[in-house]
């Protein structure tokens, strides 16, 4: 790439004059790449950790929704479970298996 192909390049990005000296220099640094070539890597590079950050937040609120649920989910199987409690007091298999739901919810 010529030295005015890179200074095009240059321009149409906005950034700190010391981040394009860091640039020049790590790209004087490894003559096989142009500074063009570097910003293009260094841009890719950030895109691609910049999707997996934002994969992961997506995961983390997926996952904490889906908690919400099941918990939600846990109080109205308790409410439905403490209405049938009162509604087999008196029969022992009933209660216990009531009794094991619960104890499988609260686990």
Request: proline share 1%; no cysteine.
């Amino acid at each position: 790439m010529s030295l005015a192909m890179a200074e095009t390049a240059k321009r149409s990005v906005t950034l700190m004059a010391t981040t394009w000296a860091e640039i020049d220099e790590l790209a004087q640094a490894n003559d096989e790449i142009s500074p063009a070539e570097l910003i293009r890597q260094i841009i890719l590079r950030g895109l691609r950790s910049y999707k997996a950050e934002i994969a992961k937040g997506l995961e983390l609120k997926t996952k904490q929704l889906v908690q919400q649920k099941l918990k939600q989910r846990q109080g109205s199987m308790a409410e439905a479970l403490e209405v049938l409690k009162a509604k087999v007091a008196n029969d022992k298999e009933a209660s216990a298996a009531i009794a094991a739901i619960e104890k499988g919810l609260t686990d």
